[in-house]
């Protein structure tokens, strides 16, 4: 099993919709990472957490809302989906010490049309 | 704000011939790293580099990391079709521990 598992692989949905992209780890990491990939634009952060208790807005955040339930849990929501959120979501995790290298999930592709 | 770029965008190279991707950071990094996204996959790391003038090998792949520590390179000698994919570099974001990616350079090895 995958130590970074993403929920749904693959979503489509429609202008207005709520939608809910999960993120589970087996990694024992404290530190969490939502993505998103645009082909052309590499990978943007939209929040990260450094712990239960930590939540912060990355480079993309407009449009977007995290809940960390658990250590092992990150879930990104997206409230009201719009066309241009379309794109590839990446959670990644990290352990605490420094720049850690980031341990990716398989992706999540939401398509909103 | 702090930005990190990467050239080219893209590189077709025949099998055995080697490919360079380079990564230029705005401001001076604590330290880069290198990540390998192969089609359909998810980025993979591949190294950190943190000393000024760091070089680094893993088999036929060198990579650099600039005396001022604002930029660095990805060298694969002798390029295999297993090497087909994007590399990506990234770098902490305002001296923090968020990484800031670079737009990747996507490989393409003709056999």
């Known amino acids: 099993d995958a130590d970074v598992t993403q929920t749904p692989r693959n979503r489509i949905t429609k202008t207005g919709k709520r939608i809910m992209l999960e993120c589970s780890q087996t990694?024992?990491?404290?530190?969490m990472y939502w993505y998103r990939q645009d082909p052309g634009l590499g990978l943007q952060l939209i929040y990260y957490?450094?712990?239960?208790?930590?939540?912060n807005k990355g480079e993309i955040s407009d449009g977007y809302s995290v809940s960390r339930q658990a250590q092992a849990k990150f879930s990104l929501s997206l409230e009201s989906a719009i066309p241009n959120q379309t794109a590839l979501y990446f959670c990644?995790?990290?352990?605490?010490f420094g720049t850690g290298e980031l341990f990716f999930g398989e992706g999540s592709r939401l398509t909103v049309l | 704000g702090q930005q990190v770029m990467q050239i080219p965008q893209y590189q077709h190279v025949q099998e055995g011939e080697d490919f360079t991707t380079y990564c230029n950071s705005s401001?001076?990094?604590?330290?880069i790293q290198w990540y390998k996204q192969r089609p359909g996959g998810h980025p993979v790391f591949l190294i950190q580099l943190v000393k000024s003038g760091e070089v680094k090998k893993q088999k036929r792949l060198t990579f650099q990391f600039g005396e001022a520590k604002k930029n660095s390179s990805l060298h694969i000698t002798a390029t295999q079709t297993t090497d087909v994919g994007t590399y990506f570099c990234?770098?902490?974001?305002?001296?923090?521990?968020?990484?800031?990616f670079g737009s990747g350079t996507r490989l393409l090895v003709r056999p």
């Open positions: 990234a770098g902490p974001m305002d001296s923090s521990y968020k990484l800031i």
């Open positions: 957490s450094f712990d239960v208790k930590d939540i």
């Open positions: 990644a995790t990290s352990d605490g």
């Open positions: 401001t001076t990094l604590s330290n």
């Open positions: 990694k024992g990491h404290d530190r």
